[in-house]
């Protein structure tokens, strides 16, 4: 009868620690926070990626109209004239400085023939921080239908931009942490294009550009 006692009093011991362990609260607090904070640290961190990377779209598109309009003011321009034009466009991009933008300053015009063609006449490039050629003059593209009107002349600003995440980027290159890339973040591809129509003038020539 005695065995019988101690084999009782051993259960309910084990069952009165587990039943204090379940109600026992102390550092449940700590365990929720390893939890949530990472879900709340990434969270953070795309909201902050996301603003960053529809505030460099804006000043994409900021640039490129900047650059066509100050163009199209031209009477006339040289390709070192082209080329300041583009690097103050680059400029409005700062502080941000993990790509370089590719921009460029195209003139064109529509033939008057029966079947219009649109045509290079001088172009300008800023690509990797360096000026430069940009379409071989004399050579076709392709407009908006609303734009082909004959003997049209137009001022043709494009600018474009592989944005970096800055979560994923380092001084030496780029370093994929993986989250931003699930969200679609990574080297995002940012474009705009503005066509305008010369304001002094007809056309705008180009010497030897």
């Given at each position: 009868?005695?065995?019988h006692?101690e ?8 069952l009165?620690?587990?039943r204090d362990?379940?109600?026992d609260r102390?550092?449940?607090?700590a ?34 109209s900047m ?13 070192s ?23 460029t ?31 071989p ?6 407009i908006?239908?609303?734009l082909?009107k004959?003997?049209a002349f ?17 001084s ?12 679609g ?7 705009e ?9 007809s ?7």
């Amino acid at each position: 009868m005695k065995h019988h006692q101690e084999t009782d009093g051993g259960k309910t011991g084990l069952l009165i620690a587990i039943r204090d362990f379940l109600h026992d609260r102390r550092g449940v607090a700590a365990i929720e926070f390893a939890i949530v904070a990472p879900i709340l640290f990434a969270m953070y961190f795309l909201t902050l990626e996301f603003g960053q990377a529809i505030n460099a779209n804006k000043k994409i598109s900021r640039a490129a109209s900047m650059i066509g309009d100050l163009a199209a003011q031209q009477p006339s321009i040289t390709p070192s004239e082209a080329d300041a034009i583009m690097k103050i466009g680059g400029a409005i991009l700062k502080p941000y400085n993990r790509s370089e933008p590719n921009i460029t300053l195209t003139a064109i015009e529509v033939t008057d023939e029966d079947t219009p063609e649109v045509r290079v006449v001088w172009s300008r490039e800023l690509k990797n921080g360096s000026t430069g050629p940009g379409l071989p003059k004399g050579s076709n593209i392709t407009i908006p239908e609303e734009l082909m009107k004959k003997g049209a002349f137009y001022i043709w600003a494009t600018t474009s931009l592989g944005y970096k995440p800055i979560i994923t980027w380092s001084s030496n290159g780029q370093k994929s942490l993986g989250i931003t890339a699930m969200a679609g973040l990574d080297n995002l591809q940012m474009s705009e294009r503005y066509y305008l129509r010369p304001r002094m003038s007809s056309s705008i020539p180009c010497s030897d550009c």
